[in-house]
């Protein structure tokens, strides 16, 4: 069985995920300084949709214990622009390590 976060760990998650909201919503053109109300409700919405996403992606998988990217992108096939948006994230992340290794190899090749 996996050891459950601690409350204070929960707590301060949360509170990335709210001040990341808050970001967000501020450059979708809210208010610098959003309600607190409006805040907990994207917050609340966005924990739902955390939730279908992972259940869906459980079901399509094909171990019962554990998801792959395949199965989070397979959830997301009938939403063209999620899953277009998220296959860029992931070619992105991929560019971003190449480069990071490229420069860490230049950085050694460099030391010596």
């Keep these: 069985m996996a050891a459950q976060p601690s409350k204070k760990k929960r707590k301060l998650s949360s509170s990335a995920q709210q001040q990341s909201i808050q970001?967000?919503?501020?450059?979708f053109g809210d208010d610098p300084v959003q309600r607190p109300d409006s805040v907990a409700l994207m917050s609340k919405l966005l924990d739902e949709y955390v939730i279908l996403l992972t259940k869906k992606a459980i079901q399509s998988?094909?171990?019962?214990?554990?998801i792959t990217v395949d199965d989070v992108?397979?959830?997301?096939?009938?939403d063209r622009k999620k899953f277009a948006r998220a296959s860029e994230l992931l070619r992105m992340n991929e560019e971003l390590k190449k480069a990071k290794s490229m420069d860490m190899d230049e950085t050694l090749g460099?030391?010596?």
């Design 23 to 27: 970001q967000i919503m501020y450059g």
């Design 61 to 66: 998988s094909a171990a019962t214990d554990k």
């Design 73 to 78: 992108l397979f959830a997301l096939r009938k």
């Design 110 to 112: 460099e030391a010596h």
